[in-house]
């Protein structure tokens, strides 16, 4: 059975760095075309895509956020990490790690962690 | 390319049929489009994919349509689980974008 599940801190302060950490089972992420995303959700609004890897190591991240981001994968913990810096009130919102299994379902995410909630404040 | 959704919100019955609208800022392959549901509280939930295929598990009261710019998502005789947000997104090739949502409200 597939699942993901998303850990890092519940707070933190402006200006720090965030790191969360997708922890996934049921797949491999380095079968071909596998790919896992990190999608983020400020309180009553819409998704939002920050960053994707997949199964070669290729990054792809979401332009607003780009020089704040970083994606990496540890495959052998099946886990992807990432990490955001200089948070920002702004930045608070539930965080989601996701797959996308190009192969089987195409440009969309199939299966989603149950997200981290990130609040940013002093 | 932006996402635009619409109704931004809509209050119906159970048993009424629904369509919901995207529509892009430029034009998208239509296997790029895909449509979520997300109730309080939860995940969103893949159930369209490619504009028109059903993600596993989906029931075939859920259809999706459309090409070029305008994409939609129908729902036939909601049931009372089907009321929730719905929100269309995008896979570009330099962007992945999701629209604002639409929610369905139980009238």
């Known amino acids: 059975q597939v699942s993901l599940r998303e850990s890092g801190p519940a707070l933190v302060k402006p200006t720090q760095t965030l790191r969360l950490t997708c922890t996934f089972s049921g797949f491999s992420l380095t079968t071909n075309g596998m790919c896992v995303s990190w999608i983020r959700q400020p309180p009553g609004k819409a998704p939002e895509f920050l960053a994707r890897?997949?199964?070669?190591?290729?990054?792809f991240y979401s332009t607003s956020v780009e020089t704040r981001l970083t994606i990496s994968k540890d495959t052998t913990e099946n886990q992807v990490v990432l990490t955001m810096t200089d948070m920002d009130p702004m930045d608070t919102g539930t965080y989601y790690c996701?797959?996308?299994?190009?192969?089987?379902?195409?440009?969309?995410?199939?299966?989603w962690g149950q997200g981290t909630k990130v609040i940013v404040s002093s | 390319s932006m996402l635009t959704q619409s109704p931004g919100t809509l209050s119906l019955s159970p048993g009424e049929g629904v369509t919901l609208s995207c529509r892009a800022s430029q034009s998208a392959l239509s296997r790029y489009v895909a449509w979520y549901q997300q109730k309080p509280g939860q995940a969103p939930r893949l159930l369209i994919y490619?504009?028109?295929n059903r993600a596993t598990g989906i029931p075939d009261r859920f259809s999706g349509s459309g090409s070029g710019t305008d994409f939609t998502l129908t729902i036939n005789s909601l049931e009372p689980e089907d009321f929730a947000v719905y929100y269309c997104?995008?896979?570009?090739?330099?962007?992945?974008?999701f629209g604002q949502g639409t929610r369905l409200d139980i009238k």
């Open positions: 996701a797959r996308t299994p190009i192969t089987m379902v195409p440009y969309a995410f199939d299966i």
């Open positions: 490619g504009a028109s």
């Open positions: 997104q995008q896979y570009g090739r330099s962007s992945i974008t």
């Open positions: 890897i997949d199964w070669e190591g290729d990054k």
